[in-house]
């Protein structure tokens, strides 16, 4: 009787699946063959094609028609938006194709088919939703499924993550503040939530006024795009300190008179917080019970944006992406004109000239001087100052009336109608200018031309800079109910050639009431105060010092970060240190 012995089992040390590849038995022939990984969901067709001669390990010899062969590469292109499966890049000679079933089958039915009417897939609608008109559609924002038709776009929706994702421009900003490592995340606040805030505030008390206001000039009411006024380059001195470098803020302080002190700047990008798409940042400091809402020089606050809300914004020069092995560093070049930050420049200064050309400095009718004046204007100053009028008031913040949480702000005001009394508040205005600068460029947000459309379709031109400058104009519109203004006086100022950024003309202004234009952006007075007071009672819980919040360049997400006390005063000592060195070695040479 033969014998049957058990040969030697090699098991895995290492626990995995197979044979070890420290101990592989030497009657092992196959060792040095390629494995090709698979996926649990492949079908496997065969082990290995001996027959295959193509060598792409495709099945051409199999009997495969030309017409199966196109069709299987279609339905391969299809998988493509997906996400691919595992071991689906490597070599297909382990695919399963119906090789008998293809080559055994025969169209009965030759008869041509009724076309569908509206097409293969539209059901009587237009060929696709933002997918196959691309040159309509798509080509402004990649439509709302791709290239291909349908609400889906190719297939799948969302397309293939990660495909060739270095050749797409991004639209990730930068923080609008530097984050050091030694900075502390204390809060994160998501946009939605803060939407949902509501805290009713009464009627502010008038606590002093500073200044000097004109009276505005009511003949550019008349301006039409046919009699159309150049803007002027006037000099004039405007104050916008932060809170900190106040000395009547600092005076209040000192007596204890509110628990919050800020400037109505800061307090309208707060309330505005949700319909913010840049980046911004607010220093926050903690003394003893009070809080000081301050601002960095230079920062956001200091420039005004432009088509911040629109569906695509304009854009700075992208910087070079180190992912893409491709792409050479340009030479420095002269910045657009359109470019963001461009645009901004140009904006703060048009809405500054604006603000001083349009008001009468020369009585009749004569200037109107609050109280005390102006307490940003030294003796030593020679430039004329600017019309402008400050109201420090306070808020109660309080829930309860036990509760004792006021807010006082500091407010501006630009003018004032001539037959008022603005000294008992009434005829106040302040005054913006909203700014075309190129209906084609990119980042235009499809606004119409003012020249043409302005006279005739005012509430069209009104209704895409609502929604280019949601955020703009609902700031604007915080700080006019926030100081008492009667009025909001809105300028309409265009470039004199697309192609200069220098020269512009006044087509015409509007007036509008600032309760009501807030009724019309959907600006809810009430949701911004219920953002503040949250803001406050977030830091009130923290401990002495210095913070900041932080709103995420690319996110609805607001963030408050613990900082150091001199965090932003270092980066001034040492320029200042770095100017002084090469100035003594420029006097040593």
């Known amino acids: 009787m033969a014998s049957f012995s058990l040969p030697q089992i090699n098991d895995n040390p ?70 691919p499966a595992f071991g689906s890049g490597t070599a297909s000679a382990f695919a399963y194709f119906h090789a008998e079933d293809e080559s055994s089958f025969s169209l009965v039915d030759s008869k041509a088919g009724t076309a569908r009417r509206g097409g293969a897939l539209a059901r009587g609608r237009t060929p ?18 791709g290239l291909a038709g349908g609400r889906g776009g190719g297939g799948q929706r969302g397309g293939r993550r990660g495909w060739r994702d270095w050749e797409k421009t991004g639209r990730t900003r930068e923080s609008s503040v ?24 009464d009627e502010p008390e008038d606590l002093e006024t500073y200044g000097r206001v004109y009276p505005y000039d009511k003949t550019y009411d ?49 309330m505005c917080a949700p319909r913010s798409v840049y980046p911004w940042d607010i220093i926050v400091v903690r003394e003893g019970n009070k809080l000081f809402f301050d601002k960095r020089d230079g920062g956001p606050f200091d420039t005004i944006t432009v088509n911040e809300n629109a569906a695509d914004p304009p854009q700075d020069t992208p910087a070079p992406n180190p992912n893409n092995p491709n792409e050479k560093v340009a030479a420095p070049e002269t910045p657009s004109i359109n470019s963001a930050t461009s645009l901004a420049l140009e904006a703060t200064y048009i809405n500054q000239n604006f603000m001083f050309q349009s008001v009468i400095e020369t009585p009749p009718p004569p200037p109107v001087d609050f109280s005390k004046p102006n307490p940003f204007y030294g003796p030593d100053e020679t430039e004329p100052l600017a019309s402008c009028g400050y109201r420090y008031r306070v808020f109660d913040l309080g829930i309860t ?55 005739s379709q005012r509430g069209a031109v009104m209704a895409t800079e609502m929604k280019n400058n949601s955020c703009k104009l609902a700031k604007w519109t915080v700080q006019s109910i926030l100081a008492g203004a009667d009025l909001l006086k809105l300028g309409f100022i ?74 932003f005063t270092a980066e001034d000592e040492e320029e200042e240190v770095g100017l002084e060195a090469e100035d003594a070695e420029v006097l040593a040479a």
């Open 178 to 201: 530097a984050i050091s490592p030694d900075w502390s995340m204390l809060e994160e606040i998501e946009f939605h939530r803060l939407a949902k805030l509501r805290l009713e505030v």
């Open 401 to 455: 009336e036990d509760e004792d949480m006021r807010l006082c702000v500091r407010t501006e005001t630009d003018a004032y109608l001539h037959g008022q009394s603005p000294l008992e508040g009434q005829g106040l205005l302040t005054i913006r200018a909203l700014n075309e600068f190129d209906p084609r460029a990119p980042g235009a947000g499809g606004a119409p031309d003012w020249r043409t459309k302005l006279d």
């Open 128 to 145: 696709a939703r933002g997918g196959a008109n691309y040159a309509r559609v798509g080509g402004q924002r990649g439509g709302r499924g």
């Open 494 to 567: 265009s470039r004199v050639n697309p192609r200069d950024n220098t020269r512009h003309v006044i087509l015409s202004t509007t007036s509008i009431r600032p309760t009501d234009f807030a009724a019309q952006l959907n600006v809810s007075l009430a949701n911004g105060w219920g953002i503040v007071r949250t803001v406050a009672d977030m830091c009130m819980k923290q401990p002495e010092g210095k913070y900041v919040l932080v709103k995420d360049p690319n996110k609805p997400v607001l963030r408050l970060y613990a900082v150091p006390a001199n965090a």
């Open 14 to 83: 290492e626990g995995g699946w197979g044979p070890s590849t420290s101990n592989l038995p030497p009657q092992f022939k196959f060792k040095d063959i390629p494995y090709a990984p698979y996926s649990k969901s492949d079908k496997l067709g065969r082990f290995a094609d001996w027959n295959d001669l193509s060598g792409d390990n495709r099945p051409t010899n199999l009997g495969l028609s030309a017409q199966a062969n196109a069709r299987a590469g279609l339905q391969g292109r299809g998988r493509r938006d997906g996400q």
């Open 222 to 270: 008349r301006i039409t795009t046919r009699t159309e006024k150049p803007l002027q380059l006037l000099d004039r001195i405007k104050y916008n300190p932060t809170t900190s470098d106040d000395p009547v803020i600092q005076e209040l302080a000192a007596k204890d008179t509110a628990t919050i002190y800020t400037t109505d700047v800061i307090l309208a990008v707060l």
